[in-house]
C-alpha cells in the first residue's frame, strides 16, 4: 500500500488543514468505537459468566498489549505509520463485526469473548503505536502540539458519548448490537485513515528502520538506545512513568471508594468524574487553540506538581461541591502536563523512531501504571483512601521534580 505524499506547498496550521482533521476525525471515531466495544465486552462476559470470569475477559486484552507494543512500534517504523494504521484498523473492524454477527447467530459462550479480547489486544499493540508515529508524517513540527491538543480533544469526546453509545446499543439489540455500533464505527474510520496524506522523510530522518535495513531485534535496541541516550526524552519517560503512576489509582478504583466512603454514591462519583473531563478537556482545548506554549519543561513540571497536590487534597475535600472543583483543577494540570509531555515526546523524537518511542510510552502508560490500581485499593483497605491518595501524589509530584531535576527537559522548548 504506497504512501500518499503531500505536497510541500500544501502544509498549512493543523487546525485548518483538511489532512489533519480527517486524521483527527479519523482516530476520534475509533476511539468512540473502543468505548463502544469495550462496554459491550464487559456486558457480554457478565451475561455469560460470572463476576471473575467476566473480569478476565475484559483483562485479557492487555497482556498481548503489554507484551507486543515494542514490536508494534518497530513494525511501525519498519513499514511506516500510515499503513500499518490502516491495516490494523480494518483487521480490528472486521473482527469485531465477525463476533456481532456470530452473537446475533448463536450464543458461543465466553470462549469467544475472551479469544475476540486477545485478539484485540494484539492488534492494539500494533495499532497504538502506529498511531501515536502518524503525526509526524502529516504535519511539520511545529504544529505538532497543537495536533496533540486535538487529538485530546477526540479522547475527551469518545469518553463524553462512547459510553451512553454503548449502553444504547446494549438496551437496543444487547452485546449484539452493541458489537455491531462499534465494528461500524472503527469502519468509517478506515476510509477516512485512507484519505490521509504523509509526508516524505527529510533525507537526516529517513536512514532509521526501513525494512529489510536491518533486523527487527537491531531495530528495537536503537529504540531503546534512542531513548536512554537522548537529554529529554530518557527523563520525560521517568517523568511520564511517576505521574502516571501516582494517578490512576486514585482517579479509577481510589475515587470509586472515596465516593463510597463520603456517601457520595454513584451519581456523586460522575460528577468528580465529569469535573476531570472538564478539566483535561479545557487545558486539551488550550494547546489546539494556541498551538504552542513557551518554555514546554517549565511548564510541565509547574503543572505536574500542583496537580499532584491536587490529587491529595481531593481526598479531604469537606463536600460533593468542593470535590467537583479540586477534580476540575487536577483535570487542568494533569490534562495540560499530559499533554505537553506528548507534545515533547512527539517533537523532541526522531521521526524515524517515534513508533518505538510511543511504544515505551503506551508500555508504561497502559502496561505499568494500571498496577497502581489494585496497590492502591488494597492500601485503602488498610489506611484509608486520604493516606493513600497523598502518597500517590507524592509519586505523582516526583515526576515533576524529575522534569526540574533534569536540564535537558527543564529547558525543553517546543518548536516554532
Same mark, same amino acid.
Not at 447467530?105 to 484485540?120: N, Q, R, Y
Not at 495536533?147 to 486535538?150: A, D, E, F, L, T
Not at 527543564?410 to 516554532?416: I, N, Q
Given at each position: 500500500m504506497?504512501?500518499?505524499?503531500?505536497?510541500?506547498?500544501?502544509?498549512?496550521?493543523?487546525?485548518? #488543514?483538511?489532512?489533519?482533521?480527517?486524521?483527527?476525525?479519523?482516530? &476520534?471515531?475509533?476511539?468512540?468505537?473502543?468505548?463502544?466495544?469495550?462496554l459491550?465486552?464487559?456486558?457480554?462476559?457478565?451475561?455469560?459468566? &460470572?463476576?471473575?470470569?467476566?473480569?478476565?475477559v475484559?483483562?485479557?486484552?492487555?497482556?498481548?498489549?503489554? *507484551?507486543?507494543?515494542?514490536g508494534?512500534g518497530?513494525?511501525?517504523? =519498519?513499514?511506516?505509520? +500510515?499503513?500499518?494504521?490502516?491495516?490494523?484498523d480494518?483487521?480490528?473492524?472486521?473482527?469485531?463485526?465477525?463476533?456481532?454477527?456470530?452473537?446475533f447467530?448463536?450464543?458461543?459462550?465466553?470462549?469467544?469473548?475472551?479469544?475476540?479480547? !486477545?485478539?484485540?489486544g &494484539?492488534? #492494539?499493540?500494533?495499532?497504538?503505536?502506529?498511531?501515536?508515529? *502518524?503525526?509526524? =508524517?502529516?504535519?511539520?513540527?511545529?504544529?505538532?502540539?497543537r !495536533?496533540?491538543?486535538?487529538r485530546?480533544?477526540?479522547?475527551?469526546?469518545?469518553?463524553?458519548?462512547?459510553? $451512553?453509545?454503548?449502553?444504547?446499543?446494549?438496551?437496543?439489540?444487547?452485546?449484539?448490537?452493541?458489537?455491531?455500533?462499534?465494528?461500524?464505527?472503527?469502519?468509517v474510520?478506515?476510509?477516512?485513515?485512507? /484519505?490521509?496524506?504523509? +509526508?516524505e522523510?527529510?533525507?537526516?530522518?529517513?536512514? !532509521?528502520g526501513?525494512?529489510?535495513?536491518?533486523t527487527?531485534?537491531?531495530?528495537?535496541?536503537?529504540?531503546?538506545?534512542?531513548? +536512554? =541516550?537522548?537529554?529529554? *526524552?530518557?527523563?520525560?519517560?521517568?517523568?511520564?512513568?511517576?505521574? #502516571?503512576?501516582? @494517578?490512576?489509582? $486514585?482517579?479509577?478504583?481510589?475515587?470509586?471508594?472515596?465516593?463510597?466512603?463520603?456517601?457520595?454514591?454513584? /451519581? %456523586?462519583?460522575?460528577?468528580?468524574?465529569?469535573? @476531570?473531563?472538564? %478539566?483535561?478537556?479545557?487545558?486539551?482545548?488550550?494547546?489546539?487553540?494556541?498551538? +504552542?506554549?513557551?518554555?514546554?519543561?517549565?511548564?510541565?513540571?509547574?503543572?505536574?506538581?500542583?496537580?499532584?497536590?491536587?490529587?491529595?487534597?481531593l481526598?479531604y475535600? $469537606?463536600?460533593?461541591?468542593?470535590?467537583?472543583?479540586?477534580?476540575?483543577?487536577?483535570?487542568?494540570?494533569?490534562?495540560?502536563?499530559?499533554?505537553?509531555?506528548?507534545?515533547?515526546?512527539q517533537?523532541?523524537?526522531?521521526?524515524?523512531?517515534?513508533?518505538?518511542?510511543?511504544?515505551?510510552?503506551g508500555?508504561?502508560?497502559?502496561?505499568?501504571? $494500571?498496577?497502581?490500581?489494585?496497590?492502591?485499593?488494597?492500601?485503602?483497605?488498610?489506611?484509608?483512601?486520604?493516606?493513600v491518595?497523598?502518597?500517590s501524589?507524592?509519586?505523582?509530584?516526583?515526576?515533576?521534580?524529575?522534569?526540574?531535576?533534569?536540564?535537558?527537559l527543564?529547558?525543553?522548548?517546543?518548536?516554532?
Open positions: 504506497p504512501d500518499t505524499l503531500i505536497p510541500p506547498a500544501a502544509r498549512v496550521a493543523a487546525h485548518r #488543514d483538511p489532512n489533519v482533521l480527517r486524521w483527527v476525525a479519523a482516530y &476520534t471515531l475509533s476511539m468512540v468505537g473502543d468505548m463502544v466495544f469495550y459491550a465486552l464487559s456486558w457480554a462476559a457478565v451475561q455469560h459468566g &460470572t463476576a471473575a470470569q467476566a473480569g478476565i475484559t483483562a485479557v486484552s492487555a497482556v498481548p498489549r503489554a *507484551l507486543l507494543m515494542l508494534g518497530v513494525v511501525a517504523d =519498519r513499514f511506516g505509520p +500510515r499503513r500499518v494504521v490502516i491495516g490494523s480494518a483487521v480490528r473492524c472486521g473482527t469485531v463485526l465477525a463476533v456481532a454477527a456470530v452473537l447467530a448463536t450464543d458461543p459462550g465466553l470462549w469467544l469473548l475472551a479469544l475476540l479480547a !486477545v485478539v484485540f &494484539t492488534v #492494539d499493540a500494533v495499532f497504538l503505536p502506529a498511531v501515536g508515529a *502518524l503525526p509526524a =508524517r502529516i504535519t511539520t513540527k511545529d504544529q505538532l502540539a !495536533v496533540q491538543g486535538m485530546g480533544l477526540g479522547i475527551r469526546f469518545a469518553a463524553v458519548v462512547g459510553a $451512553p453509545l454503548g449502553g444504547l446499543g446494549v438496551a437496543v439489540g444487547g452485546s449484539a448490537a452493541a458489537f455491531a455500533c462499534a465494528g461500524l464505527l472503527i469502519a474510520s478506515v476510509p477516512l485513515l485512507v /484519505s490521509v496524506r504523509v +509526508r522523510l527529510p533525507p537526516d530522518e529517513a536512514g !532509521v526501513t525494512a529489510g535495513s536491518t527487527a531485534w537491531r531495530d528495537l535496541r536503537a529504540g531503546l538506545s534512542h531513548i +536512554r =541516550r537522548h537529554r529529554v *526524552l530518557g527523563p520525560l519517560m521517568i517523568a511520564i512513568a511517576l505521574g #502516571d503512576l501516582g @494517578f490512576v489509582g $486514585p482517579l479509577n478504583v481510589g475515587l470509586t471508594l472515596l465516593a463510597d466512603e463520603r456517601g457520595w454514591g454513584a /451519581s %456523586g462519583m460522575g460528577w468528580v468524574l465529569g469535573g @476531570f473531563g472538564t %478539566g483535561a478537556g479545557v487545558a486539551a482545548l488550550l494547546l489546539a487553540v494556541r498551538g +504552542r506554549v513557551p518554555h514546554a519543561g517549565l511548564v510541565t513540571a509547574g503543572a505536574i506538581i500542583p496537580g499532584a497536590v491536587a490529587i491529595a487534597v481526598a475535600a $469537606p463536600g460533593l461541591p468542593v470535590a467537583v472543583g479540586i477534580a476540575v483543577l487536577v483535570g487542568l494540570l494533569t490534562g495540560l502536563s499530559g499533554a505537553m509531555c506528548g507534545a515533547l515526546l517533537t523532541q523524537t526522531d521521526t524515524a523512531y517515534l513508533g518505538r518511542v510511543t511504544a515505551v510510552a508500555i508504561v502508560s497502559l502496561g505499568i501504571a $494500571p498496577l497502581s490500581m489494585p496497590l492502591s485499593a488494597a492500601a485503602i483497605g488498610v489506611w484509608g483512601t486520604g493516606p491518595f497523598v502518597v501524589a507524592v509519586v505523582c509530584a516526583l515526576g515533576g521534580v524529575v522534569a526540574l531535576c533534569a536540564p535537558g527543564r529547558r525543553a522548548e517546543l518548536p516554532t
